[in-house]
Nanobody
């Protein structure tokens, strides 16, 4: 599975942004997907994950209620809608895929994509 994230950019605090992650590979729709981020000088951290069916979602406490993960398997794409952005959301965002969302939440994803930079100005 190959993953390519896009949609990052510069946004003001309080604004919104939607990230996309296009997956390729004939079995990509049978993988759970997720998002991570890494801020300058910090460790990579889990943001959100979604199950294969899309029926279960998981969020870090820091983004719960502000971010929404979704998937469109017809387009082989997973999205991260980010609302009420804060300066502390500034980071490079990466998408990930694995057979189970649990491994994604644990940071042990089998596949990783390139990142997209999100900068939130205060």
């Amino acid at each position: 599975v190959q993953l390519q994230a896009s949609g990052g950019g510069l946004v003001q605090a309080g604004g919104s942004l939607r990230l996309s992650c296009a997956a390729s590979g004939r079995t990509s729709s049978s993988y759970a997907k997720g998002w991570f981020r890494q801020a300058p000088g910090k460790e990579r951290e889990f943001v959100a994950a979604i199950s294969v069916s899309g029926g279960s979602t998981y969020y870090a406490d820091s983004v719960k209620g502000r971010f929404t993960i979704s998937r469109d398997d017809a387009k082989n794409t997973v999205y991260l809608r980010m609302n009420s952005l804060k300066s502390e959301d500034t980071a490079v965002y990466y998408c990930a895929a694995d057979r189970t969302p649990g491994r994604i939440v644990a940071g042990s994803s089998e596949y990783w994509g390139q990142g997209t930079l999100v900068t939130v100005s205060s």
